[in-house]
Nanobody
């Protein structure tokens, strides 16, 4: 499956953005979709996941500010980001994921990293 992230851009601190992740498959057939982000010189970190039965989970960095959701009719997963901070500056990616009992991992058997979308938050 191909997942393409979009919706990033430059914003000021405190603003909101909604990222979109368009799937080439029916997303109901993808067990779980995760958002990750990678800031310059940093590792790629998990942000949030939504399963195909609608369960959601979040990294501490986004709890209370980020909301992951999906629209099965549009085969799209969203990441609503509110009260953005400069520390949220990163390239954001969406990818199929699976739970290994401790952490979410990329499901490389059904998908891979796409190009990502840049989010830049200025103070």
């Amino acid at each position: 499956v191909q997942l393409q992230a979009s919706g990033g851009g430059p914003v000021r601190a405190g603003a909101s953005l909604r990222l979109s992740c368009a799937a080439s498959w029916n997303i109901a057939n993808i067990p779980a979709v995760g958002w990750y982000r990678q800031a310059p010189t940093e590792s790629r970190d998990w942000v949030a996941t939504i399963t195909n039965d609608g369960r959601t989970s979040y990294a501490d960095s986004g709890k209370g500010r980020f909301t992951i959701s999906r629209d099965t009719a549009k085969n799209t997963v969203y990441l609503q980001m509110n009260r953005l901070k400069p520390d949220d500056t990163a390239v954001y990616y969406c990818v199929p994921v699976w739970w290994d009992g401790e952490i979410w991992k990329v499901a490389f058997d059904i998908g891979s990293w796409g190009q990502g979308t840049q989010v830049t938050v200025s103070s």
